[in-house]
């Protein structure tokens, strides 16, 4: 099973900020991650796929990129709706599909 | 638009049985890729299971393995998660979700969009 290892666990910072969330593969799923945003009481939300590719109505501050076991996603200039709970997703070599622990990204 | 609605969650004592359900509309349901995703009471997402368009393949985590049993009747849009042999570590929400795109693609395997989940809870 590959493990994912998000980082770092909880990033503060303010509206207007830059902000680098890092996902971390066991072994390489080489383009097979994904990013979804989770607020509570809310369904999770597809943000990226294929480590680069924004999904359907997903505001051009986010971006992902990486390959291989190291991954990143970015978000631009944080807007107030933007502090949510963050997981990433890969499904190379599947079953099992595996999530990270994910970064919760408050305001600071 | 697409929707997912779950139903079914509820309390139950443990080594009980429950059934969740998915309704799904606003798209070619046969053709797509099936999930049921969950999220125990503060911790992360977990995938629990997956079953194709046509029913035929399904897959479990070990975790669920040889106690949940997922199923779909594409004739009413619906997917089921039959739950036996229920453990207090199972109570979670419960989020019915498909593949991002449709007959097996490589996007299959990525979830959009999500229902709002059902809560499952299981007592001691």
């Known amino acids: ?13 303010s509206p ?3 902000a680098t969330l890092s996902c971390r593969a066991s072994q390489s799923v080489s383009s097979s991650l994904a990013w979804y945003q989770h607020k509570p009481g ?27 076991t190291d991954f990143t996603l970015t978000i631009s200039s944080l807007e107030p709706e933007d502090f949510a709970v963050y997981y990433c997703q890969q499904r190379s070599n599947w079953p099992p599909i595996t999530f990270g622990q994910g970064t919760r990204l408050e305001i600071k | 638009q697409v929707q997912l609605v779950e139903s079914g ?3 139950v004592q443990a080594g009980g049985s ?24 503060g911790k992360g997402l977990e995938w629990v299971t997956f079953i194709q368009g046509d029913g035929e393949t399904q897959y479990y985590a070990d975790s669920v393995k040889g106690r949940f049993t997922i199923s779909r009747d594409n004739s009413k849009k619906m997917m089921y998660l039959q739950m036996n042999s229920l453990r207090p570590e ?8 498909k593949g991002l795109s449709a ?7 990525w979830f959009d969009p999500w229902g709002q989940g059902t809560q499952v809870t299981v007592s001691p």
């Open chain 1, 1 to 13: 099973e590959i493990v994912l290892t998000q980082s770092p666990a909880t990033l503060s910072l």
């Open chain 2, 103 to 109: 007959y097996g693609s490589a996007w299959s395997t």
């Open chain 2, 18 to 41: 429950l059934r969740l359900s998915c309704a799904a509309s606003g798209f070619n349901f046969n053709t797509y890729f099936m999930y049921w995703v969950r999220q125990a009471p």
């Open chain 1, 16 to 18: 207007g900020e830059r």
């Open chain 2, 90 to 97: 199972d109570t979670a929400v419960y989020y019915c979700t």
């Open chain 2, 9 to 11: 969650g509820s309390v």
């Open chain 1, 42 to 68: 809310q369904a999770p939300r597809l943000l990226i796929y294929d480590v680069s590719n924004r999904a359907t109505g997903i505001p051009a501050r986010f971006s992902g990129s990486g390959s291989g």
